[in-house]
């Protein structure tokens, strides 16, 4: 399952959803101001360094749980908690049209 829906359009992040951008959103540094964007049509948003190391890994072809393993193992974190903080993140985004699956 890559990610169920209830109702036309929402997406509800589990952990073996396979969350990407879609291709309107587009995941660049910003040398000039030394952070990153998530440039988005008609709009700039300033991910924040946690949402940007979870964007990063999110290709399309890693499980949520694949995701949370990786920032476990990378941060010295609990996966368990890891794992919380991506299913919140990237259902907001989802919510928001930011992520697809």
């Known amino acids: 399952m890559t990610g169920a829906t209830t ?8 952990r073996e959803t396979r ?12 040398a000039g101001r ?7 049509p008609e709009r ?3 991910p924040d360094q946690t949402a ?3 964007l990063q890994l999110c290709d399309g072809t890693r ?10 193992e990378e941060y010295s ?15 907001g985004l989802a919510d928001k049209g930011y992520v697809k699956a």
Do not use: C, F, M, N
């Not at 109702?7 to 589990?14: A, C, E, F, Q």
């Not at 030394?34 to 988005?40: E, M, N, T």
């Not at 499980?63 to 476990?72: M, P």
């Open 34 to 40: 030394g952070r990153w964007v998530l440039l988005a």
């Open 77 to 91: 974190a609990p996966v368990d908690v890891i794992t919380a903080d991506v299913l919140d993140l990237l259902q």
């Open 52 to 54: 940007v190391a979870v």
């Open 63 to 72: 499980t949520v749980e694949e995701i949370s393993a990786k920032l476990a």
């Open 7 to 14: 109702s036309p359009g929402r997406l509800i992040v589990g």
């Open 19 to 30: 969350p990407k951008l879609p291709p309107y959103l587009k995941l660049r540094h910003d």
């Open 44 to 46: 700039v948003l300033t």
